[in-house]
């Protein structure tokens, strides 16, 4: 089976800073991989689909790339309606997940 | 609009069995799969398995292989999740969540909202 492993498990950071979560696969998925976020007591929610591409009305801060065994995900201007843990998703398997907090 | 809207709140006890229903609107349910995702409390999210609601194919996770079932029934465009043989670490939110088919790979665009499944003596 694939393991995917994200760092951070957590992080704190300053409304307007650039937060990156990084998610690395044990082997190959080529491009085969998404990003979630999930709020408190909500259901995930898809915002990055196949490493890059961004789901119809995520905001544009939120963006992917990567290929191959490293991905990253990137939110450009952290907001407070970001709070929440984010998963990186192979397939069949999630990763560990990250919280972000605000500081 | 799309939903899946998922039955209520269960307490099983430890041996019993639970069956989760995911009631599908708003899209031709036999032209997407449903996959099952459930979350431990405070933990992460877990793929159980996933079945087509055109043809019934399933494919399920390795460690839940012939604890769980899952099934549709497209006269009413729900789909079915049944665990059997509960155990304490079977207590999660489970969820149903369909294919997202604009994506390459596996993806998941719609939710239902979860269902709690507590195994307690």
């Known amino acids: 089976d694939i393991q995917m492993t994200q760092s951070p498990s957590s992080l704190s950071a300053s409304v307007g800073d650039r937060v990156t979560i990084t998610c690395q696969a044990s082997q190959d998925i080529s491009n085969y991989l998404n990003w979630y976020q999930q709020k408190p007591g909500k259901a995930p929610k898809l915002l990055i689909y196949?490493?890059?591409n961004l789901e119809t009305g995520v905001p544009s801060r939120f963006s992917g790339s990567g290929s191959g065994t490293d991905f990253t995900f990137t939110i450009s201007s952290l907001q407070p309606e970001d709070i929440a843990t984010y998963y990186c998703q192979q397939t069949l398997t999630f990763g560990g997940g990250t919280k972000v907090e605000i500081k | 609009q799309v939903q899946l809207v998922q039955s209520g709140a269960e307490v099983k006890k430890p041996g019993a069995s639970v069956k989760v229903s995911c009631k599908a609107s708003?899209?031709?349910?036999?032209?997407?799969?449903i996959s099952w995702v459930r979350q431990a409390p405070g933990q992460g999210l877990e793929w159980m398995g996933w079945?087509?609601?055109?043809?019934?194919?399933?494919n399920y996770a390795q460690k839940l292989q012939g604890r769980v079932t899952m099934t549709t029934d497209t006269s009413t465009s729900t789909a079915y999740m049944e665990l059997r043989s509960l155990r304490s670490d079977d207590t999660a939110v489970y969820y149903c969540?369909?294919?997202?088919?604009?994506?390459?790979?596996?993806?998941?665009?719609?939710w239902g909202q979860g269902t709690l499944v507590t195994v307690s003596s």
């Open positions: 708003g899209y031709t349910f036999t032209s997407y799969g």
């Open positions: 969540a369909r294919d997202y088919i604009a994506a390459a790979g596996k993806a998941f665009d719609y």
């Open positions: 079945i087509s609601a055109y043809n019934g194919n399933t």
């Open positions: 196949d490493a890059s």
